[in-house]
């Protein structure tokens, strides 16, 4: 069946960066745009950016602009969201979502990442 | 930047029609979708291309827009459908970049 399988919880200093990992199965990886959403404890959901599988070609939130970077390994079916120069407010749940052609929406999410930043 | 907006709660008895809007000036040029999160689950989408349900969703999940607000509509509520609701588009100034409304917690009564 179609998953997303997201690596497990991190926990991070202040100024550090984190990679998260997104490891797809179940359907062809290069079929789909990945999103990376995020979510503070107790808040909202927060759109970071996406990537293309197939290209490459990123698409940023301006927020994360120059803090993120999304790339993605064909070979492995695997998708990667690395975040730099942590702070406490990038306390949250880290999602990947697979994005279906055509405009039908996030159809199938990852797990989930905690990912917690604490000195 | 853009925004979409939502109420915070809406609360409805079982049985009833809970209603959920969300106004964005880019929604009469945008597809909108919805998204259902319980408690420390992942979201599920519950409506695509502001009205199409994926399958697998029950049937009174509903969507439909009307100028710069789109609505979901769930008729005869069921307790189960007590989460949160979040609307998702684009932006319309060419980055395509995603939006997600605020959400809105559905208390079932």
């Known amino acids: 069946q179609v998953q997303l399988v997201q690596s497990g919880a991190e926990v991070k200093k202040p100024g550090a960066s984190v990679k998260v990992s997104c490891k797809a199965s179940g359907y062809t990886f290069t079929d789909y745009s990945m999103h990376w959403v995020r979510q503070a404890p107790g808040q909202g959901l927060e759109w970071m950016g996406r990537i293309n599988p197939y290209s490459g070609g990123t698409n940023y939130a301006q927020k994360f602009q120059g803090r993120v970077t999304m790339t993605r390994d064909t070979s492995i079916s695997t998708a990667y969201m690395d975040l730099s120069r942590l702070r406490s407010d990038d306390t949250a749940v880290y999602y990947c979502?697979?994005?279906?052609?055509?405009?039908?929406?996030?159809?199938?999410w990852g797990q989930g990442t905690t990912v917690t930043v604490s000195s | 930047s853009y925004e979409l907006t939502q109420p915070p709660s809406v609360s409805v008895s079982p049985g009833q029609t809970a209603r959920i809007t969300c106004s964005g000036d880019?929604?009469?040029?945008?597809?909108a979708y919805w998204y259902q999160q319980k408690p420390g689950q992942a979201p599920i989408m519950v409506i695509y291309?502001?009205?199409e349900r994926p399958s697998g969703i029950p049937e009174r999940f509903s969507g439909s827009s009307s100028g710069t607000t789109v609505t979901l509509t769930i008729s005869g509520v069921q307790a189960e459908d007590e989460a949160d609701y979040y609307c998702?588009?684009?932006?319309?100034?060419?980055?395509?970049?995603?939006?997600f409304g605020g959400g809105t917690k559905v208390t079932v009564l």
């Open positions: 880019a929604l009469p040029k945008q597809y």
């Open positions: 979502a697979r994005d279906a052609p055509g405009g039908y929406g996030m159809d199938v």
């Open positions: 998702q588009s684009e932006d319309s100034d060419g980055f395509s970049h995603v939006v």
């Open positions: 291309k502001d009205s």
